[in-house]
């Protein structure tokens, strides 16, 4: 590793960081950068909020304005506040007077600073001491926020208007949390079994069958939440019916990483021997294996496209994968063991670190040779790190609470509002519930080939009955019943007469030539 210097200059113009690539990836040398600017209420953090105090705190300005006025001023850019592309300015200069400072030394104050006033909100954390490491989880329509504390807490938050859903403590461990097909349900792994909750923070369900799951995912065309079980079952349990339709004997143990694809909805799961197994509801036994570390994986995620899979190990190694040939397209040296990875609506990966963030851009393709943003930590443990659907933001959970990232280019500036709806209604909420029941697809339709659904299949039906068994039934459907006397002679009547035709036809066709 080349050693890195920089002289110390003044907080306004920061010197760029140096770096030299090596044969075996980019590693990045760690120094000593000036500490990151928090808000106007930084000297106020130490006092032990609840979400609400926390909520309240971030509205307040050093001109003491009123919580109306900024609210007002919220109201009115809230509208256009998604389409915003948020950073003004040519990124990688902090200001004009700066040209040469690097993109990833701007702090997030330098970029709230660059932002309207609507984009300003976005940036919040919650200081929670006592209650983490959390885990989040974004709703589809990026609209509300699902929190989870390792000692029990769980609360929702309407983080575009800064309303608190609901908040309670289940007394119990909680390992992963997941929104359902809307905000009006969510579901809890506890420390023995499921339990789902409706939006006010009121038990619906507790699914015994299901004990002691480590992670979760939904799958939202398909309404099925998969589930892995520390003991290594991993099960499909459909929320429209309430029944599990698929449960596989994977023969792991405190399985920790697991992922879906977006594209073809199966399921990649991580191990500590540094392989990836792909699965489907229909097979027992995983579709694909990949050898993808040499050390237990500890982060795996997939990007919109379905393309590609980023997966970090242990050994300090960031690797790229192509799903379509199962084959390595970058390896890249990171400076520590990355924790939690994400892909965005737009394609960046972030990357979770001991005490901090990594955002990189356009790494899948080419090899990237420094980082795009970057956020640094309080705490060092780290739970989850998510973007934002929609929005450019990154949400971050860590050991004292969490925190809002604003990531320049990272969400999708358009949303179809016939699949989801930021702003939708109750009415539109129930309509577009009822319409994603009626197209729901079925388990069976989950293939590693998505392309395979829209071939025709060539399978007589006789082939397909004897394929299951139904030999016999076939042969009876080929035989004819015994005919009695009259229906023999009308029988032979219609094929003399079908003669006489066939005669005459041919007798014209001679006398013509």
């Known amino acids: 590793m080349d050693d890195i210097s920089s002289a110390p200059l003044p907080e306004k113009a920061p010197v760029a960081k140096k770096f030299k690539a090596n044969n075996s990836g980019v590693y990045f040398a760690s120094q000593s950068e000036p500490k990151t600017l928090q808000n106007d209420t930084s000297h106020e953090s130490e006092r032990k909020l609840s979400i609400v105090d926390s909520l309240e705190e971030k509205h307040r300005s050093p001109k003491h304005k009123t919580k109306s006025s900024i609210q007002k001023q919220t109201d009115k850019q809230a509208n256009t506040s998604h389409k915003t592309r948020l950073y003004q300015c040519p990124f990688g200069r902090a200001d004009d007077s700066d040209p040469e400072m690097e993109s990833f030394l701007l702090t997030q104050k330098d970029i709230v600073a660059a932002v309207d006033i609507s984009s300003k909100h976005k940036h919040f954390s919650l200081h929670l001491p006592r209650e983490g490491p959390f885990r989040l989880n974004y709703s589809r329509n990026g609209r509300n926020i699902l929190l989870g504390g390792r000692k029990g807490h769980l609360s929702a938050i309407d983080w575009f208007s800064k309303k608190l859903k609901f908040e309670t403590n289940v007394d119990e461990n909680i390992r992963d949390i997941s929104w359902l097909h809307n905000e009006s349900m969510c579901a809890v792994a506890q420390q023995k079994w499921l339990h789902i909750y409706d939006s006010q923070g009121v038990e619906l369900h507790c699914i015994k069958q299901l004990e002691s799951i480590q992670r979760m995912v939904f799958l939202p065309y398909h309404f099925l939440l998969t589930c892995i079980s520390q003991r290594g079952f991993l099960s499909y349990l459909d929320v429209s ?50 050898l993808c570390h040499n050390s237990p994986i500890r982060g795996l995620a997939i990007d919109t496209t379905g393309w590609y899979m980023a997966t970090a190990g242990q050994d300090q190694r960031l690797k790229i994968f192509d799903i379509r040939t199962y084959r390595p397209l970058q390896n890249y040296k990171i400076p520590s063991g990355a924790s939690h990875l994400n892909f965005s609506q737009s394609g960046l990966l972030a990357i979770a670190f001991p005490h ?41 959970a860590h050991g004292e609470g969490f925190v809002s990232v604003i990531v320049p280019g990272a969400g999708e500036p358009n949303f179809d509002a016939i699949e989801v709806n930021p702003y939708s209604t109750k009415s539109q909420r129930r309509e577009m519930e009822i319409k994603s029941l009626l197209d729901k697809v079925q388990p069976e339709m989950i293939t590693i080939d998505s392309g395979s659904l829209g071939k025709v299949n060539k399978i007589k039906v006789s082939e397909q009955m004897a394929q299951k068994g139904w030999a016999a039934r076939a042969h009876s459907m080929k035989t004819k019943r015994k005919a009695n006397g009259k229906s023999m002679r009308k029988e032979k009547l219609k094929e003399r007469a079908h003669q006489e035709q066939v005669r005459n036809h041919r007798k014209k066709i001679n006398d013509k030539q």
């Open 241 to 290: 019916m309430g029944k599990i339709v698929s449960q596989i004997v994977t023969k792991r143990y405190n399985v920790s990483v697991m992922e879906q694809n977006p594209k073809n909805a199966v399921i990649h799961t991580g191990y500590s021997n540094g392989q990836v197994e792909l699965w489907t509801p229909s097979s027992k036994e995983s579709v694909v294996k990949i």
């Open 356 to 396: 901090g963030v990594d955002i990189y851009q356009d790494c899948c393709k080419r090899t990237a040779e420094k980082p795009y943003l970057s956020h640094k930590t309080r705490t060092s443990q780290m739970g989850n790190i998510q973007f934002c659907p929609y929005e450019d933001v990154l949400g971050v």
